[in-house]
């Protein structure tokens, strides 16, 4: 009789289990007007630096945010502000964020740079990934329109070998540049050059770059940004210099959840081919291009390779550890 009991209590228990709803994260991920999510793991947490998506005249700070599941966050105010930026105006902009030696390297664009010394992509650098970020140059690190690429939404990335490669460039031009070891410097490519443009075709702004499986999986957005055109194409190379031949649309509107998903960024979760995007978009309904916020979706690969199109839902993704 007891040996029947227990069973019925063990079936008891896994139907409750079986039955116990799974947590998601829901989008948008946290509440704000929010743009440009970088997500990027350090250690087991992922942390976002997005643009504070209003008026630019209002843009001189950054909040940042950090998940042990991506579900959970936590928000820091101000990681990085006008205060530790003498030059910056308004505009603060698309940040990328990057550690090496144990120290974090925040890179953003400034001022909305349209002349030489308005502005442009300058670098800043904390201790710990929640700042306060601190100007490391005083001046812009690019601070001029070459090949026809505004100095603004910048990625670095960091190749197998330890390169560490920027891409940026808005205005419908993408160049990609090589930092020297500090970070703080750019310096020239092995063929003398310093500035390579790889745009390519409907490039409008927001690269990113991903590596899998040898393989590089450039990425950007397309169409404008208050509008609901707006959405991510990518291409892949066997190199990162390119050349970046357009595949297709991954990330784009559902006029029955939300328009205008783009600029994004891309985390790898703890399994062989667990991939997350992170993106903004406008919610229904919205009034002003600046309504804008962020949300996370899962992202899979087909066997050949190629990038499956990522649907946007209401319901983001379920916990998981990093």
């Known amino acids: 009789m007891k040996r ?45 630096y997005p643009t504070w998506s209003q008026r630019y005249k209002e843009q001189l700070f950054m909040d940042a945010y950090s998940s042990k599941d991506l579900v959970h966050w936590t928000k820091h105010e101000k990681v990085i502000s006008q205060e530790n930026i003498s030059w910056l105006r308004m505009a603060l902009w698309a940040p990328s964020v990057i550690e090496k030696d144990g120290k974090y390297y925040l890179y953003f664009g400034a001022n909305d740079m349209h002349e030489k010394g308005e502005g442009g992509i ?12 601190k100007d490391a140059l005083g001046h812009p690190l690019i601070d001029e329109v070459i090949n026809g690429a505004q100095p603004i939404d910048q990625f670095v990335f960091k190749d197998d070998d330890g390169t560490y490669y920027m891409y940026y460039g808005g205005w419908r031009h993408c160049n990609m540049v090589k930092l020297g070891d500090d970070l703080l410097g750019i310096v020239p490519f092995e063929d003398g050059e310093t500035y390579k443009e790889i745009t390519p075709e409907g490039y409008v702004e927001g690269p990113f770059m991903l590596k899998r499986g040898g393989k590089y999986y450039f990425m950007w957005s397309e169409g404008g940004w208050t509008g609901p055109d707006y959405h991510v194409a990518y291409a892949i190379s066997d190199s990162p210099f390119g050349p970046f031949k357009r595949i297709g649309t991954i990330l784009e509107s559902d006029l029955e959840v939300a328009t205008g998903a783009g600029h994004h960024s891309v985390i790898k979760g703890r399994g062989k081919d667990e991939y997350y995007i992170i993106y903004h978009r406008h919610p229904l309904g919205a009034t002003s291009g600046n309504n804008r916020e962020v949300c996370i979706e899962r992202m899979y690969f087909r066997e050949d390779g190629t990038i499956a199109p990522v649907k946007i839902t209401f319901d983001g993704v379920p916990a998981t550890k990093l």
Do not use: K, T
């Open 4 to 48: 029947i009991l227990f069973f019925f209590l063990l079936i008891l228990s896994v139907c409750s289990c079986a039955r116990r709803p799974v947590q998601m994260s829901g989008n948008p991920i946290f509440e704000g007007w929010y743009a440009d999510p970088e997500g990027v793991v350090f250690g087991h947490e992922c942390w976002i």
């Open 122 to 133: 300058g670098v800043a650098v904390a201790d710990n990934p929640a700042g306060p970020f």
